[in-house]
């Protein structure tokens, strides 16, 4: 039981680059979540999925897209990298409106 | 806006004292109420989870909330330099809403 992965671990683009962060969750959860996490500035929530073959926007979704493929996956998708997307990225799963379950981030170096 | 207040620290305590790590949150509706500790690098690991009004204990850790007053508390007992890490807040709303604020955190330094 892994729990909540995510790949890569580290990555660095460049300006204009596109790439997708993965995830996924091997608990049977319903709810699958990104966030960044600046310093300073705590967890900011960039997109969720309530079930799976839904999606919705946080709070900073400008600039991403998701894709929930099924119970288990949810993909982070930036399309062109800007350097203000420089962040630590992680990933969580819950059953519900509950505790939830982090992946062990992806630190991203935009330059 | 749904907010999440904590002070950000860092709170210092010498190892065995108890740590005060005190949430305030602007949602009076607010149900579930949760506390995470991050280690520096890491990534954040739920550590209690508070549902009612009163103290919640597991082991060294007691939770505690009010929601008249809108706030959340967690204390930590025995403190060792181990609980050195970011402790993060997080209320979800009335109505079974998926998204959790979270606060900023506290970062506790436990030194020996």
């Not at chain 2, 979800?92 to 030194?111: D, E, Q």
């Amino acid at each position: 039981n892994a729990g909540v992965t995510q790949t890569p671990k580290f990555q660095v683009l460049k300006t204009g680059q596109s790439m997708t962060l993965q995830c996924a969750q091997d608990m049977n959860h319903n709810s699958m979540y990104w966030y960044r996490q600046d310093p300073g500035m705590g967890l900011r929530l960039i997109y969720y999925s309530a079930s799976e073959g839904t999606t919705d926007k946080g709070e900073v979704p400008n600039g991403y897209n998701v894709s929930r493929l099924n119970k288990r996956e949810f993909s982070l998708r930036l399309e062109s990298a800007a350097p203000s997307q420089t962040s630590v990225y992680f990933c969580a799963s819950t059953v519900k409106y509950n505790e939830q379950f982090f992946g062990p981030g992806t630190r991203l170096t935009v330059l | 806006q749904k907010e999440v207040e904590q002070n950000s620290g860092p709170l210092s305590v010498p190892e065995g004292a108890i740590a005060s790590l005190n949430c305030t949150y602007s949602d009076r509706g607010s149900q579930s109420f949760f506390w995470y500790r991050q280690y520096s690098g890491k990534s954040p690991e739920l550590i209690m989870s508070i549902y009612s009004n009163g103290d919640k204990e597991d082991g060294r850790f007691t939770a505690q909330l009010n929601k008249a007053s809108q706030y959340v508390s967690l204390l930590i007992r025995d403190s060792q330099p181990s609980d050195s890490a970011t402790y993060l807040c997080a209320v979800n709303a009335a109505g079974g809403s998926y998204i959790p604020t979270f606060g900023r955190g506290t970062s506790l330094i436990v030194h020996p």
